[in-house]
């Protein structure tokens, strides 16, 4: 049974920010497998390990192209922060340049596929064009609280964006 899917898109803003975490690289299977959610899960267990966290009950899931049409990603689990200062052993930092996102939520019982499919489409259907500096592909804000293995997650898809 297909439900009709729908998912609110908008176009928004964020400021340039600078943050620390985990790096993970894998491919889409490993990702698939739940390689992804047991970085998730050890980026909440060390949580408060991080110097100048900003608001600790967001986690922010980057996604970079590894290699340009290979077959594997890069991965940040990240919380936002004031400044880099101590970065705390086996994490890493990174910086997000301003940018414009096409966002929109994905709710528990959505299909995670069909969230992206919509968003592409929205972004598409609105004649903007996707918009990977340094390979960002996508951002992804789930809430701190939210158990990485939960079989519904509900978190904010956030696609890079050109919107002239």
Not at 14 to 26: D, N, S
Not at 46 to 72: C, F, K, N
Not at 78 to 102: K, W
Request: aromatic share 10%.
């Amino acid at each position: 049974m297909t439900i009709d899917q729908r998912n609110e898109a908008a176009v928004t803003s964020k400021e340039a920010f600078q943050a620390i975490g985990l790096k993970w690289e894998g491919t889409f299977a490993e990702a698939g497998a739940g390689g992804i959610r047991a970085v998730h899960r050890t980026l909440q267990e060390r949580l408060e390990e991080i110097p100048h966290a900003l608001h600790t009950d967001t986690l922010l899931g980057l996604s970079y192209h590894a290699v340009p049409g290979g077959e594997g990603f890069i991965h940040y689990a990240v919380v936002e922060v004031e400044r880099i200062g101590e970065v705390p052993d086996g994490m890493v930092t990174i910086s997000v340049p301003a940018l414009t996102y096409a966002t929109c939520a994905h709710r528990k019982e959505q299909s995670i596929d069909q969230s992206y499919n919509n968003i592409y489409a929205w972004i598409k259907e609105q004649g903007y064009s996707e918009y990977n500096p340094d390979h960002l592909t996508h951002f992804e804000k789930y809430p701190m609280s939210q158990d990485p293995y939960a079989d519904d997650p509900e978190f904010i898809i956030m696609i890079p964006v050109q919107t002239e």
